[in-house]
C-alpha cells in the first residue's frame, strides 16, 4: 500500500533551520506532483508548497515563500522541504501529500488540500520566540 512518511520535524528557536523530509512507497513517483502542507490548532490545513511530478517547477503558498524551498529526488522516492529563517508562526503539524497527474501531468501543482490522494501522518514543528 501507498505510505508517505515525514520525518525532520522538532523543536528549533526563531530564525532557526529545520529540513523536513518525506519518504514514499507503494506508488509511482514520477505520476505524482509532491507538496507539504502544515496545520496548526483550530486552523484550516494550509498549502506549504510543491513540486510537479517532474521536479520542474514548485509552487509556495504565501507566508512561506521566499523562506522555504522543495525538492524532490526520483532516485529515492523522497520529498524534502528546506524551511528558513522560521517564525513562531510556522508552528503547527507538517504533512506531505501526493496528488496523481497520471491523467495530465500538465496541471500545475495544486494547493487545495481536498484534491490530494494520499497523505503522510505529520510531523511537529515547533518554533520558539
Known amino acids: 500500500q501507498v505510505q508517505l512518511v515525514e520525518s525532520g520535524g522538532g523543536l528549533v528557536q526563531a530564525g532557526g533551520s529545520l529540513r523536513l523530509s518525506c519518504a514514499a512507497s507503494g506508488l509511482i513517483f514520477t505520476r505524482y506532483h509532491m507538496s507539504w502542507f502544515r496545520q496548526a490548532p483550530g486552523d484550516e490545513r494550509e498549502f506549504v508548497a510543491g513540486i510537479t511530478w517532474n521536479g520542474a517547477s514548485a509552487a509556495y503558498g504565501g507566508s512561506t515563500k521566499g523562506r522555504f524551498t522543495i525538492s524532490r529526488d526520483d532516485a529515492k522516492n523522497m520529498v524534502y522541504l528546506q524551511m528558513n529563517s522560521l517564525e513562531p508562526e510556522d508552528t503547527a503539524v507538517y504533512y506531505c501529500?501526493?496528488?496523481?497527474?497520471?491523467?495530465?501531468?500538465?496541471?500545475?501543482?495544486?494547493?487545495?488540500?481536498?484534491?490530494?490522494?494520499?497523505w503522510g501522518q505529520g510531523t511537529q514543528v515547533t518554533v520558539s520566540s
Open positions: 501529500a501526493a496528488d496523481s497527474v497520471s491523467t495530465n501531468y500538465n496541471v500545475p501543482v495544486n494547493s487545495d488540500f481536498r484534491e490530494y490522494d494520499y
